[in-house]
């Protein structure tokens, strides 16, 4: 009887120990999606920052999608303009609206090396995102 209840003693030992591990390599996989989401967000800021004014080159209505981020992240356009959006990334993304409106991108699934345009025919800021990658924010601004 002694060494059942020993045995039975082990066992709620051994189950604890691996939930106890479980539960720490879950926040330890939370803790580093975190800290990628931030970093992501720190380079999206930098580049928001860095493309806060308008260009005259011919590349101010292409975006690039690479490395889970939107490049440049912030744009200013013209009402009128077609923005194109290119995936450089292995895996589909989407440029989808913060505000879905008719006025607004609203993409299906972009895959490698395909593209999506959208003309902005309204003046307006749209925020917009990649709705399998929430922490993938951009910004268009439409100016008359």
């Given at each position: 009887m002694k060494s059942r209840s020993m045995l039975t003693t082990v066992i709620i030992v051994v189950v604890v120990l691996i939930a106890a591990g479980v539960l720490l390599a879950m926040r330890k996989s939370?803790?580093?999606?975190?800290?990628?989401?931030?970093?992501?967000?720190?380079?999206?800021?930098?580049k928001d920052q860095s493309s806060t004014t308008p260009s005259t080159s011919s590349n101010q209505n292409t975006v690039t999608i690479k490395d889970f981020a939107f490049n440049p992240g912030n744009i200013t356009v013209k009402v009128g303009t077609k923005v194109t959006w290119t995936n450089e990334d292995s895996i589909t993304h989407t440029v989808t609206a913060d505000n879905p409106?008719?006025?607004a991108?609203?993409?299906?699934?972009?895959?490698?090396?395909e593209s999506y345009s959208f003309?902005?025919?309204?003046?307006?800021?749209?925020?917009?995102?990649?709705t399998q990658h929430p922490y993938m924010k951009g910004k268009v601004v439409v100016t008359e």
């Open positions: 939370d803790n580093t999606k975190n800290q990628n989401s931030s970093n992501m967000s720190s380079m999206d800021m930098s409106s008719a006025d991108p609203a993409s299906d699934n972009i895959g490698k090396g003309t902005f025919n309204k003046a307006g800021t749209y925020t917009y995102h990649c």
